[in-house]
């Protein structure tokens, strides 16, 4: 909620618009600073996302993802948006990919969030660039 009051966005409440329940959380957030620093391109925008295992598999993620990336576009005027996660979450990566972003193997890391040696302390970044359409050439 501070980072909806200080940078005009955060994490949000996903509904599934079936029946108004609460599924799980997907938005855009920044980079705390000991994350930040493990990762070479020093990123400040990434797309996140948790979801209920009860709706997992129906494209939930990819669709609010979308909307999600669509808002940082459209409403924010951002023009580039990160995504990181463990290297064997292959369900998080798939999702990156579907919705269009690219892996970015030179911005590869290992996150401080785990243990020397942990299956997760490897992590992938993906990245996407986007924006609003240029003008038209004079
Ligand atoms: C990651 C997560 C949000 C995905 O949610 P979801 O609504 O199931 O995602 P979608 O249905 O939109 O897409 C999932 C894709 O992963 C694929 N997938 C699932 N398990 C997979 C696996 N083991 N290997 C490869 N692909 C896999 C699915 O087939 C689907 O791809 P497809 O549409 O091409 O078939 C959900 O799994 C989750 O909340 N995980 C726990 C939290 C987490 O890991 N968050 C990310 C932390 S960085």
Known sequence: MAEHTERGFGMLAAEDRRDGSFI???GL???GAVL???IPSQPSLQIAWQLATRVWGQGLA??????VLDHAWTA???TEVVAVTASINMPSRRVMEKIGMHHEPSDDFLSPDFPKGH???PHVL???RGGPPL???P
Do not use: D, M, S, W
């Open 62 to 67: 990819t669709e609010g993802a979308r909307a």
């Open 126 to 128: 993906y990245q996407i």
């Open 36 to 38: 930040k620093a493990a």
């Open 135 to 137: 003008p038209p050439a």
């Open 29 to 31: 957030t920044g980079f």
């Open 76 to 78: 924010l005027h951002e």
């Open 119 to 121: 299956p997760l302390e």
């Open 24 to 26: 799980g959380v997907i």
